[in-house]
């Protein structure tokens, strides 16, 4: 996941199920394949747009390495070109690695450019090899924390090594060794390259926010914002330096003879150092093949493309391979800079091939130009980066995950130890966290009001639990009634030596136990020895995490609604209380931090945490009658409850995508139809809410929503649809949902539950209909606004 400086948004996380790797990967552009015009207009465009972001970027990646400057031109060219011709992910972009940057220095700094340009070879071949064997899902299995932990860690060290060029001095070679020598350094500055370098730094973090100035300012500043901020950053660098007269280290750009392309390293240093040698290519396959999956793994979800990991993998490959022989830097595919690719519109592969071709030229044709470049601006450029590669909605996820101690290592390891020995020391962690989790048991005993005990089982029952096992059963008093409830996890066999003896014990001292598991095929042990399916010591019993089961699992009672309130009250705190308590207390203590805001009908038949899978903590909810969304300023009809709700999603939680959700049977959608909002006389509070809805009504006449795989039952339902389209657009009116959508950090959703047939669509905006959940993913189709 190579981060680039540029204007577009950051990717979202990149590491859940990937997309099949079977399909064609020209299906995964975001369009269907243009005409001349549409090239023209699409993907050259975008070319133009990531070639601008990767000139300064590569040059940037390799003045942190120490390698020769013209490698990173190299590698970008090279990578375009290859990768985007080859690669299995037609959108995603490839060029110099950001996260192999330690690596390539220390390389460079013990062997010489040479042999990193050996490694180089020997890694694509390695690739090439890997992807011929079809084992590119393999690297999916790294866990997150180690990847975003990887990261950070090659971040903080980047940042700091970089920190001494923009002070005006010369890194060292190690992240412990840089910041050791720093206090020093900031001592005795380099002021002009501390003046370029500062520059460079507040032109990155303010260019993009040009676009937030209030009113004409605002337009004028979102259109500048468009010119990629790392362009802009090194042109006003280079300008304040050659303005002034400043005498500073610049770029310097070697003849490609200097190169020695076709030369290797000597024999004796191969033979002599050949662990060393061995163990770089295999951490740079694994690093630059670990990156480019998970960034063309974001590509996909963010086109709804299935691309071929296995092919991207042998691009890479090629790549890596041509890339070394022509004296360049190692190649990985990056999330940012492909992201870039989309957001500027691309359509094809060849937009990322074009990009390589126009840095293959800007090497050979604006060697001048590139060598008035000051090294602090170029430092500025890589400090940045790395500072961002430290990314704290990463560190939110895996704390909630509970892999922060993962993460912490592998950061540490990295900045340390080395990337290598980081990402192994990280590994081992997450391994012996598993291995921990695996075998850690919770056992709860508890004294009911009937004086009988209650024990309670969480996680997997091993070996490992035997003795804490015995040690809560032995609380029990001799005699007493006693419920084993264990919940449905591992039970191996020297666990249920030890329950079973116990229970023989128990009850041949006058007690009685049942013994009973919460699994889909529920069954209680009797005293007698004998199962009884779907038993339980109260008058129903349901499964814990899911105690509603339709009018068969609770006794209706129509006669006393509240008492029936109560009893599903007691429930809860009989049945799942004991087992979210751990949760919501962990909740209660962090607050709430939703992912969606789910904006929904207040109909009683429509259960979102049923239809959505989710749990508490997950969607920020609002319902309504009809799950209207009111226009702003529209007298007699505007309601502020609901826009404020919205804009502390969005502006407070900041929330990642909102879901409209509509359902069939709509009574506001028949209302509408029956002209309630519109009767004679004084209109009552129901008439003026349903006001809101007669931009649907106009919607219905002017272009009505369909579906994909079937026609609408009837009016009512067709207006359940086209409302959920409407109130779409009436959400875009809300400024501060405006202002995230147009940025690239909100997702609006359109979605339809139909209550007959217990099916969820979603509203697929490229073909203009609602689509089916499970066709929808079939597809792989993009459905948001």
């Given at each position: 996941m190579t981060l680039d400086i540029s204007s577009a948004p950051i990717a979202s996380d990149t590491t859940d199920h990937a997309p099949p790797d079977t399909a064609s990967p020209d299906t995964a552009a975001a369009v269907n394949p243009p005409a001349r015009s549409a090239f023209l207009l699409h993907d050259l465009a975008a070319s133009l747009v990531v070639f601008l972001v990767a000139v300064p970027f590569s040059l940037g990646i390799a003045l942190?390495?120490?390698?020769?400057?013209?490698?990173?031109?190299?590698?970008?060219?090279?990578?375009?070109?290859?990768v985007g011709l080859l690669g299995g992910t037609p959108l995603q972009v490839s060029g110099p690695s950001a996260a192999l940057t330690v690596i390539v220095a220390g390389l460079t700094a013990q062997f010489g450019w040479q042999a990193t340009c050996a490694v180089t070879v020997a890694a694509g071949l390695l690739q090439l090899l890997l992807g011929s064997l079809k084992v590119a899902r393999a690297a999916l299995a790294v866990s997150p924390a180690v990847?975003?932990?990887?990261?950070?860690?090659?971040?903080?060290?980047?940042?700091?090594?970089?920190?001494?060029?923009?002070?005006?001095g010369s890194p060292q070679s190690s992240a412990l060794a840089n910041l050791l020598a720093l206090p020093g350094q900031l001592s005795v500055p380099h002021l002009p390259a501390l003046a370029v370098g500062a520059v460079a730094v507040a032109v990155l973090c303010g260019w993009p926010r040009l676009g937030r100035l209030p009113g004409t300012?605002?337009?004028?500043?979102?259109?500048?914002?468009?010119?990629?901020?790392?362009?802009?950053?090194?042109?006003?660098?280079?300008?304040?330096?050659?303005?002034?007269?400043?005498?500073?280290?610049?770029?310097?750009?070697?003849?490609?003879?200097?190169?020695?392309?076709?030369?290797?390293?000597?024999?004796?240093?191969?033979?002599?150092?050949?662990?060393?040698?061995?163990?770089?290519?295999?951490?740079?396959?694994?690093?630059?093949?670990?990156?480019?999956?998970?960034?063309?793994?974001?590509?996909?979800?963010?086109?709804?493309?299935?691309?071929?990991?296995?092919?991207?993998l042998r691009g890479q490959g090629a790549a890596n391979l041509l890339s070394g022989l022509l004296g360049g830097l190692p190649v990985a595919g990056g999330a940012v800079r492909s992201t870039a690719n989309i957001r500027a519109g691309a359509a094809t592969r060849r937009s990322a091939a074009l990009h390589g071709l126009w840095v293959a030229l800007a090497a050979l044709a604006l060697v001048g130009g590139l060598r008035r470049i000051p090294l602090a601006a170029l430092a500025a450029l890589v400090?940045?980066?790395?500072?961002?590669?430290?990314?704290?909605?990463?560190?939110?996820?895996?704390?909630?995950?509970?892999?922060?101690?993962?993460?912490?290592?592998?950061v540490l390891g990295v900045v340390l130890l080395g990337v290598p020995l980081g990402v192994v020391l990280g590994g081992s962690v997450a391994a012996l966290l598993a291995l921990y989790r695996l075998t850690r048991a919770h056992v709860d005993v508890s004294e009911e009001p009937d004086g009988s005990y209650l024990v309670r089982t969480h996680g997997p029952l091993t070996f490992?639990?035997?003795?804490?096992?015995?040690?809560?059963?032995?609380?029990?008093?001799?005699?007493?009634?006693?419920?084993?409830?264990?919940?449905?996890?591992?039970?191996?066999?020297?666990?249920?030596?030890?329950?079973?003896?116990?229970?023989?014990?128990?009850?041949?001292?006058?007690?009685?136990?049942?013994?009973?598991?919460?699994?889909?095929?529920?069954?209680?042990?009797?005293?007698?020895?004998?199962?009884?399916?779907?038993?339980?010591?109260?008058?129903?019993?349901?499964?814990?995490?899911?105690?509603?089961?339709?009018?068969?699992?609770?006794?209706?009672?129509?006669?006393?609604?509240?008492?029936?309130?109560?009893?599903?009250?007691?429930?809860?705190?009989?049945?799942?209380?004991?087992?979210?308590?751990?949760?919501?207390?962990?909740?209660?203590?962090?607050?709430?931090?939703?992912?969606?805001?789910?904006?929904?009908?207040?109909?009683s038949r429509l259960v979102t945490s049923m239809i959505t899978h989710s749990g508490p903590g997950d969607l920020f909810t609002v319902r309504n009658i009809g799950n209207l969304v009111p226009a702003p300023y529209e007298p007699g009809a505007a309601d502020d409850s609901v826009a404020a709700a919205v804009q502390y999603a969005v502006e407070v939680l900041e929330v990642r995508s909102i879901t409209i959700c509509g359902h069939s049977g709509c009574g506001a959608m028949k209302a509408l139809l029956d002209g309630v909002h519109e009767h004679p006389g004084p209109p009552t509070p129901l008439a003026r809410w349903l006001r809101n809805g007669r931009g649907s009504l106009a919607r219905l006449k002017r272009a009505p929503?369909?579906?994909?795989?079937?026609?609408?039952?009837?009016?009512?339902?067709?207006?359940c649809i086209t409302n959920v389209v409407q109130q779409l657009d009436q959400l875009l009116a809300n400024p501060a949902v405006e202002r995230r959508v147009n940025a690239g950090t909100l997702r609006l959703v359109g979605m339809y539950f139909d209550f007959a047939t217990a099916q969820a669509y979603v509203l697929d905006r490229e073909r203009g209909r609602f689509v089916s959940v499970s066709e929808e993913e079939h597809d792989e189709r993009p459905v948001a606004a």
């Open positions: 942190a390495t120490g390698a020769p400057l013209t490698s990173g031109l190299v590698a970008a060219a090279v990578g375009g070109l290859v990847v975003h932990g990887m990261l950070a860690g090659v971040g903080l060290s980047i940042a700091i090594a970089q920190l001494h060029v923009v002070l005006g300012a605002g337009r004028v500043g979102s259109a500048l914002a468009r010119v990629p901020a790392a362009l802009v950053a090194v042109a006003a660098g280079t300008g304040l330096s050659i303005g002034l007269g400043l005498s500073l280290a610049r770029v310097e750009l070697p003849a490609w003879a200097e190169h020695d392309l076709a030369s290797a390293p000597s024999l004796a240093v191969v033979v002599q150092h050949w662990p060393v040698l061995l163990t770089a290519v295999l951490t740079v396959t694994a690093v630059a093949s670990v990156e480019s999956l998970l960034s063309a793994v974001a590509v996909d979800r963010m086109t709804h493309g299935s691309g071929d990991l296995n092919r991207e400090l940045v980066v790395g500072i961002q590669m430290v990314s704290f909605a990463h560190i939110r996820r895996v704390h909630r995950h509970r892999e922060f101690p993962v993460y912490l290592t592998t490992a639990a035997v003795p804490r096992l015995s040690r809560a059963l032995a609380l029990i008093p001799a005699g007493a009634r006693v419920t084993v409830a264990h919940d449905g996890s591992f039970l191996d066999h020297a666990a249920y030596e030890q329950v079973h003896a116990w229970r023989v014990g128990h009850q041949a001292g006058g007690g009685r136990v049942a013994v009973l598991t919460e699994r889909h095929d529920d069954g209680v042990l009797d005293p007698d020895g004998t199962v009884r399916v779907g038993s339980s010591p109260g008058p129903h019993r349901c499964r814990a995490w899911t105690p509603w089961g339709g009018h068969h699992c609770i006794e209706q009672s129509h006669e006393d609604p509240h008492g029936r309130l109560l009893d599903g009250v007691r429930g809860f705190q009989q049945h799942t209380a004991p087992l979210v308590r751990h949760e919501l207390a962990r909740l209660a203590r962090e607050g709430q931090t939703p992912s969606q805001l789910f904006l929904t009908c207040a109909d929503a369909e579906f994909a795989g079937r026609p609408v039952t009837d009016l009512a339902e067709q207006l």
